[in-house]
């Protein structure tokens, strides 16, 4: 017996003629005629030599040679048939795994989340808050947006969107302790988005304000955090042209100063090199970007010259 495999065709039709138990009915499926079949079948147990299916009653039997060849085939056109369909699904389905930081998705990502969805409806999505970059490393994970300078080796990495920073406040604190001046910020509890503070000291400095005394302060280690106290009241927090832009807008938060410093690091959108070019990679990404290009609100307005004066002149 030769090494190579038997021909196509006759092996599709000893499948199906054994499977349905019949020539004719091999015949319906496969859309032949019955001869062509019977054909078929004759050139396969002429190739391997030996008889596959026992003919003598109405519906057709293994051989123990056919019994043997069978589940081969089985799984064979199977593996074909699965492969095929994987082929033919939309390269935009499946699993994605994607690790955020925490203000960026609670804030910006879950509130949009329905629009990419509904462009691709096939693709599972697997959130998780985290700004640690050492997710980048892991095969658990996709894709990674970060906050920080962007200098991860051995990754792909593009720049996401910079950053302005401003105090941010609830109307109720404002309403109760006024901020008629930087110096005010003595009398409020500042809240930090970071653990070391440095991003106040970068907006102090430019507001002549690095040499305040200020005794009641707040680490939170995100700005989700410090953005979420804010509104509750809890003191003053520092603000972005992203995340908070929409809570603004709607009037959860004022901006009581007309000062805005750039943020010392900016998102990043970050993955493994061998994923860059997955497609359901790529649609996310894409996605990421084009919504922020169409979704862009318009940069937060101070009130500091509307509730501020009003309030000063109620003093």
Same mark, same amino acid.
């Given at each position: ?5 038997? *021909? ?12 349905? $138990? ?42 123990? @040679?056919?019994?043997?060849? /069978? ?20 390269? &935009? ?22 629009? #990419? &969805?509904? !462009?691709?409806?096939?693709?599972? /999505?697997? /959130?998780?808050?985290?700004? =640690?970059? @050492?997710?980048? !490393? ?21 720049? +996401? ?9 609830? *109307? ?14 003595? =009398? ?5 988005? =970071? ?7 970068? +907006?102090? %400095? ?12 707040? #680490? ?16 003053? %927090?520092? $603000? ?10 709607? $009037?959860?938060?004022?901006? *009581? ?12 959108? %970050? ?7 997955? *497609?359901?990679?790529?649609? #996310?990404?894409? +996605? ?6 169409? =979704? ?20």
């Amino acid at each position: 017996m030769s090494n190579r495999l038997p *021909p196509l065709n006759p092996l599709k039709a000893f499948e199906a003629a054994a499977r349905l $138990g019949s020539v004719s009915a091999a015949a319906r499926e496969l859309r032949v005629t019955h001869g062509a079949i019977s054909h078929q079948l004759k050139t396969l147990e002429e190739a391997l030599a030996t008889a596959l299916l026992d003919r003598s009653g109405k519906r057709l039997k293994l051989t123990s @040679a056919g019994a043997l060849l /069978l589940p081969a085939v089985t799984q064979a056109f199977g593996g074909i048939a699965a492969a095929t369909a994987q082929m033919k699904r939309p390269a &935009t389905s499946g699993k994605l795994a994607i690790t955020c930081v925490p203000a960026l998705l609670s804030f910006w990502i879950v509130p949009r989340l329905n629009s #990419f &969805t509904e !462009q691709y409806p096939d693709v599972t /999505l697997t /959130l998780a808050a985290s700004n =640690d970059p @050492a997710h980048l !490393q892991s095969p658990e994970v996709d894709i990674c947006i970060l906050y920080g300078d962007g200098n991860w080796p051995d990754v792909w990495t593009r720049l +996401w969107s910079h950053l302005q920073l401003f105090p941010i406040a609830s *109307p109720t604190l404002l309403n109760s302790r006024p901020l008629r001046s930087v110096k005010d910020l003595e =009398d409020h509890v500042l809240l930090h988005g =970071d653990t070391d503070g440095r991003e106040w000291k970068t +907006w102090l %400095a430019a507001a002549d304000g690095a040499h305040l005394s200020r005794c009641r302060q707040h #680490f939170m280690g995100d700005a989700r955090f410090s953005t979420e106290a804010a509104l509750h009241g809890q003191g003053i %927090a520092l $603000g972005d042209t992203i995340t908070a832009a929409k809570m603004i807008a709607q $009037g959860d938060l004022l901006v *009581p100063f007309d000062l805005g410093v750039p943020a010392n690091d900016a998102f990043y959108v %970050a993955c493994r090199q061998e994923m860059r070019a997955a *497609p359901i990679v790529r649609v #996310f990404i894409d +996605w990421l970007f084009s919504s922020l290009d169409a =979704d862009r609100l318009p940069e937060p307005r101070s009130m500091a010259r509307t509730v501020l004066a009003g309030r000063m002149a109620k003093s």
